[in-house]
């Protein structure tokens, strides 16, 4: 049986895929660009956590079949108001930012798999000094191959992604596997399972749907003028970066007011959840937090 024809918008899907899965990012987006606000209140702590993020992406298609660049720039703003008591002086860590920009290059294979490459170059830092550190500086790269079968003539559309991301800011000397399998089982439902996100989708018509899921959410950025954090016995420690690691789960909501233009919003809570201080071997000084909390998140996406 002939196979079915790939469009150049399944081909700017796939090419999407490619460059917008990290460790901590949808891994089944097909967005062109984004604009988030996501607020973390902390239980019994007076705590909070603001954080915007907007981003764009687009595709190039080369001189010949099949083969894409895919520029793409990135901003977060991760506001941590800290009102509880802490053994550190909490002058100049309210605000921190992120500054992202990645290139993508992708070309077809044989039998509907695709192979992706993925390099980029970030700054994440509280900038209390205004000027850029070396510490603030951090590079990622990943390598993905995607077998792809949701272009038109499929009954059943399906997605495989497997490859494996690299951070210099996870203090790890090897990459992360990631993997992730999509599938549309019935006209309404579809599920995705695997890493960084697993979730079960019911469409409620043309414009709406609904799902539950489980995913990861997580920051990290330098310090600039480490902080000493003071231990009980009167000793100091430096530390020198701040991170945060979640898992949850919840619901989400999305409207479509066009074909491209969706709204979202995610309400959950953690699993797991913490964050921490850490001097430059990655040993945690201070946990700022662990207790266990809500989490909500909205936005405007604009999708293929």
């Known amino acids: 049986?002939?196979?079915?024809?790939?469009?150049?918008?399944?081909?700017?899907?796939?090419i999407i895929l490619c460059c917008l899965v990290t460790a901590f990012?949808?891994?089944?987006?097909?967005?062109?660009?984004?604009?988030?606000?996501?607020?973390?209140?902390q239980t019994n702590s007076d705590n909070s956590i603001n954080r915007f993020r907007t981003f764009i992406n687009f595709p190039i298609e080369l001189g010949w079949d099949g083969h894409y660049l895919v520029p793409g720039v990135e901003y977060r703003n991760f506001d941590l108001d800290i009102k509880d008591?802490?053994?550190?002086d909490i002058d100049d860590l309210g605000k921190f930012q992120l500054f992202r920009a990645s290139l993508g290059y992708s070309f077809k294979l044989k039998n509907e798999w695709r192979f992706a490459a993925k390099l980029?170059?970030?700054v994440a830092s509280n900038f209390s000094e205004s000027k850029i550190h070396n510490n603030d500086i951090n590079f990622t790269g990943a390598v993905y191959m995607i077998k792809d079968k949701t272009g038109d003539g499929y009954a059943k559309p399906s997605?495989?992604?497997?490859?494996?991301?690299?951070?210099?800011?996870?203090?790890?000397?090897?990459?992360?596997p990631i993997l992730n399998y999509y599938k549309k089982f019935a006209p309404s439902w579809s599920y995705s399972l695997g890493s960084p996100k697993t979730n079960l989708k019911y469409e409620l018509n043309d414009k709406s749907a609904v799902q539950a899921f489980i995913t990861?959410?997580?920051?990290?950025?330098?310090?600039?003028?480490?902080?000493?954090?003071?231990?009980?016995d009167g000793s100091t420690r430096s530390a020198s970066n701040i991170s945060m690691t979640s898992v949850l789960g919840g619901v989400g909501y999305e409207y479509a007011f066009t074909k491209h233009l969706l709204y979202y919003g995610y309400f959950g809570h953690?699993?797991?959840?913490?964050?921490?201080?850490?001097?430059?071997?990655?040993?945690?000084?201070?946990?700022l937090n662990e207790e266990n909390t809500f989490y909500f998140r909205t936005g405007i996406k604009f999708k293929i």
Do not use: W
């Not at 997605?159 to 992360?176: C, D, E, K, Q």
């Open 85 to 88: 008591p802490v053994p550190f």
């Open 216 to 232: 990861l959410d997580g920051f990290y950025s330098n310090i600039q003028n480490n902080r000493d954090v003071f231990d009980e």
């Open 270 to 287: 953690t699993f797991y959840h913490e964050i921490r201080l850490r001097d430059t071997d990655r040993n945690t000084l201070y946990h």
């Open 1 to 14: 049986m002939k196979k079915p024809h790939v469009t150049a918008i399944t081909n700017y899907i796939v």
């Open 25 to 41: 990012c949808d891994a089944q987006t097909s967005d062109l660009a984004r604009i988030e606000y996501t607020y973390v209140p």
């Open 120 to 122: 980029g170059a970030e």
């Open 159 to 176: 997605r495989l992604i497997v490859g494996l991301n690299y951070s210099t800011n996870a203090g790890r000397p090897f990459p992360l």
